[in-house]
C-alpha cells in the first residue's frame, strides 16, 4: 500500500502512515501539554540542547536516542552535573531530567527506540517554608492594590490559585450570576469550577467595571509595549512584588501568596487535611502535612522539648 492507503481492519479504518520520526516525537511530547507545562518543557529541552552543543530540540533527542542506552545515561548524568555547576535547583533539574525521561517513554511507545532512560532526579525537600508573607502583609498589600492589582492577589490568596492559572483565565471563564470561576489547574485537561467568595467575587467585577467585559484575556499588560498582551507569570510576581514593596511588608510572591492562603485555610479548619486539599487541590495529603506542620512548628516544639 502507499503512503496514503487505507487498510481495512475489522469495522476500523487505520490510515497508512510513515514510521514515526523525533520531529513527529518532540511535537507530540510538547502538544500533549498545558500550555504553562508545554513552555516550561520547551525551555527544557532547549537547555539539554544547548549542553549538546546542538541547535534544536529535536537535534539533541535525535543524538541521545542514537547513543542507545549505556551512552544517553552517561549524558544524562552529565547534564544534571553541569546544571548543579551552573547553579540551578534541585527543582529546576529534576524538572528538566523528568521531561527528557518523559520524551523517551513515549518514543519507546512511538517505536523510536526499545529502552528508558534510568537516571533519576536528586531528592529535595519541597514546601521548606510554606507560609508565604502572612496575613498581615497580604492585608496590607490589599490597601495599597489598585484595582487590577486587587484582583490577583485575591486569586492568588483566597483561591490558592497559582499564577499560571491566574495568567489563563479569559473573561468568559468569569460566571457573574452564578458567583464561580472556571480554572485550568497545574497538570489537568479539563477545566474545574471554583466557588468565589464575596470580596473575591467583588474585587473581580470591580475589575470587570474598569476593564471590560469583551472578550479575552481577564488581565492584560498596560505597559508599553506589550499593552494588550495577556500577562506573563512572570509579569504577576512584579506586581506582588510592587504591590508588597509600595506596603512596605518586604519580601512577597505569587506562590508566597498561595502558600499563606492555605496556611489560613489549615488553621482555619484546625488541620482538616481533606478539607484543606480540596482547597488548595492538592493531590497529595503529604503536601498539605507539610503546611501543619510548618505552621504549628511541630520540630520546633519537639525541640524545645528535648532542650529542658
Known sequence: MGKNAVALTGRYEIAATEPPKVADLVSVFLERRSRNTRRAYEADLRDFA?????????????????????????AAL?????????????????????????????????????????????RSM???????PGEEAYRAMLQVADTRERAILRLLHDLALRRGEVTGLDVEHIDIENGTLSILGKGRTERETLTLPEPTLKALVDWLDERGTEPGALFTAQVKPHVGHRLTGEAVRLIVRACAKRAGVGRAWPHGLRHTGISTACERTNGNLATVARFSRHADLKTVVRYIDNLEDVAGEVARMVAE
Open 50 to 74: 544547548r549542553f549538546a552543543g546542538l541547535p534544536t530540540s529535536t537535534a539533541a533527542m535525535d543524538a541521545l536516542i542514537s547513543k542507545g542506552p549505556a551512552s544517553a545515561n552517561m
Open 78 to 122: 552529565a547534564y544534571r552535573s553541569d546544571m548543579t555547576k551552573r547553579g540551578l535547583s534541585v527543582a529546576t533539574r529534576n524538572r528538566r531530567l523528568a521531561a527528557i525521561r518523559s520524551a523517551l517513554k513515549l518514543g519507546r511507545t512511538l517505536g523510536l527506540l526499545t529502552w528508558t532512560l534510568e537516571v533519576e532526579g536528586e
Open 126 to 132: 519541597p514546601y521548606r517554608d510554606t507560609r508565604g
